[in-house]
């Protein structure tokens, strides 16, 4: 196996810039924290009794988990602009398919909640609010998670732009000051 192509890749990380490492930590922090909520819930119903109800609980615990996505989608562009560029990836074609793999991705996470609902995606079996029946529509019956895969496009199509954007900047104000 060639393992140049990440060699070179290794060289364009900065490990220790400071915005890689709260992108980092907020990608990480983001799951561990509703996951470690939602089985608290479900063994105390310390929210449900907290908030008054599972709803609102369960509503409650959405608002929060949306902030802290926005926060992590935030830090992720941030530390995706303070990163080295790599060639190859200088092009327009890249930014389209950046583009398309935001419109892919929402697509399905769009979708996704729209078959859930606010409880069915924001674990609402944890607040004990269970569904009629396992939803097997759009997007579900195209692929397993659909959820999660169109995030992980989000995210990919995300950094495919910015990088992009940052070029044609850079080009732009190099042009002005000539």
Request: proline share 4%; hydrophobic share 45%.
């Amino acid at each position: 196996m060639d393992v140049s192509v990440f060699t070179e890749l290794s060289g364009f990380i900065d490990l220790t810039e400071p915005r890689f490492c709260v992108a980092v930590i907020a990608i990480i922090f983001n799951p561990f924290f509703w996951n470690v909520v939602a089985r608290w819930e479900h063994r105390t119903r310390g929210l449900t009794r907290l908030f008054g109800g599972p709803y609102v609980a369960c509503y409650s615990l959405a608002l929060l988990i949306l902030l802290l996505n926005v926060y992590r989608s935030h830090s992720i562009t941030v530390a995706m602009k303070g990163q080295s560029r790599w060639e190859p990836l200088d092009n327009a074609q890249v930014y389209y398919t950046g583009a398309a793999l935001l419109i892919l991705g929402s697509l399905f996470v769009i979708s996704s909640f729209m078959a859930l609902g606010v409880t069915g995606t924001f674990l609402g079996d944890y607040f004990g609010i269970l569904m009629d029946q396992k939803v097997t529509s759009f997007p579900f019956n195209v692929m397993e998670n659909p959820m999660y895969w169109g995030s992980t496009a989000n995210y990919l199509g995300l950094a495919l732009i910015p990088f992009t954007e940052e070029i044609y900047r850079q080009r732009s104000q190099r042009c002005k000051h000539k």
